[in-house]
C-alpha cells in the first residue's frame, strides 16, 4: 500500500516535470525524488510566513529552511529568504509575523524568491509542519510565475503526529508549539520563518526517535 502510493506519487511529479518551462522550476524536477523504498537521506525543513491564508490570492513573504537528516540538523544550510507581496501589508497580517512593508522593501520578487528556494528543495523531502499551507502556497507561486505546478514529497509533521500517537493530543493541541512542549523541546518564537524551520525539524527528529525506527522507508513518512 505504501510503496504503492509512492509509485503513484512518482507518476504526479513526472506529469508535473513535464510541464515545466526551462528554468528553475524545470531544473526542480530535472533533480528527480529521492529513493521511496530507503531510508530517508538529506532532507529540507521549510516554514512559510504568508501574508494571508489563501494561496490563490495571497503572497508569501518569507521562507525559512534548514537541511537535516534522520539524525541531525545542519544548520551551516539554513537560510532566509524575504519576497515582496503582490499587495501592501495588512494590520492583521503584520501583528502575527511581524514582518512590515519597511522591511520587505528591499526584498526580492516572487520569481526571484523562487529561483532561489527551488535550488534548496531540490531532490529532498521536504518537512513541514501541517504541510498542505507550504503545499498550497508554493504550487500556487510556481503556477503565477512558471505556469506549471509545484509536486514535491512532503513529510508533514503535523500528520505523522496524528498517525503515530493518536492518543497523545486532542487535534486543537498539534499546533508546533504544543507538540514540541510534548516531547519536551525549547519554546522559540512562532512565526519566524527560519525559526519555525529549525523547530519542525527538531520535531521531527524526536518523532523518529520516539518512534524507534530511523530505517523506516521514505514513503512510510510522505503526507497521506
Not at 493518536?166 to 525549547?186: F, I, M
Not at 512562532?190 to 525506527?213: F, P, S, T, V
Request: charged residues 20%; contains cysteine.
Amino acid at each position: 500500500m505504501i510503496l504503492d502510493a509512492g509509485w503513484r506519487f512518482a507518476r504526479r511529479f513526472a506529469a508535473a516535470a513535464r510541464s515545466a518551462p526551462p528554468g528553475p522550476l524545470a531544473d526542480f524536477y530535472a533533480a528527480g525524488l529521492p529513493d521511496m523504498k530507503a531510508a530517508p537521506g538529506d532532507m529540507v525543513a521549510i516554514d512559510l510566513e504568508t501574508d494571508g491564508l489563501t494561496s490563490a490570492s495571497d503572497s508569501i513573504i518569507e521562507a525559512g529552511l534548514v537541511g537535516m537528516t534522520t539524525s541531525a540538523i545542519t544548520l551551516a544550510t539554513a537560510r532566509r529568504h524575504r519576497m515582496r507581496p503582490r499587495r501592501a501589508l495588512t494590520g492583521d497580517s503584520v501583528i502575527v509575523h511581524r514582518i512590515t512593508d519597511d522591511a520587505l522593501a528591499g526584498a526580492e520578487t516572487e520569481a526571484e524568491g523562487l529561483a532561489k528556494i527551488l535550488p534548496q528543495l531540490a531532490g529532498k523531502a521536504i518537512v513541514a509542519h501541517f504541510a498542505p499551507i507550504e503545499m498550497a502556497f508554493l504550487d500556487a507561486a510556481c503556477r503565477r510565475v512558471y505556469g506549471a505546478p509545484f509536486v514535491a514529497p512532503f513529510i508533514c509533521t503535523f500528520q505523522l503526529e496524528q498517525r503515530w500517537f493518536p492518543a497523545s493530543h486532542r487535534t486543537n493541541e498539534l499546533r508546533l508549539g504544543h507538540v514540541r512542549r510534548a516531547y519536551h523541546l525549547p519554546d522559540y518564537t512562532a512565526h519566524d520563518g527560519l525559526i519555525d524551520a529549525i523547530a519542525c525539524g527538531e520535531l521531527l527528529l524526536a518523532q523518529i526517535a520516539r518512534r524507534g525506527k530511523g530505517d523506516l522507508p521514505l514513503a512510510s513518512l510522505l503526507r497521506r
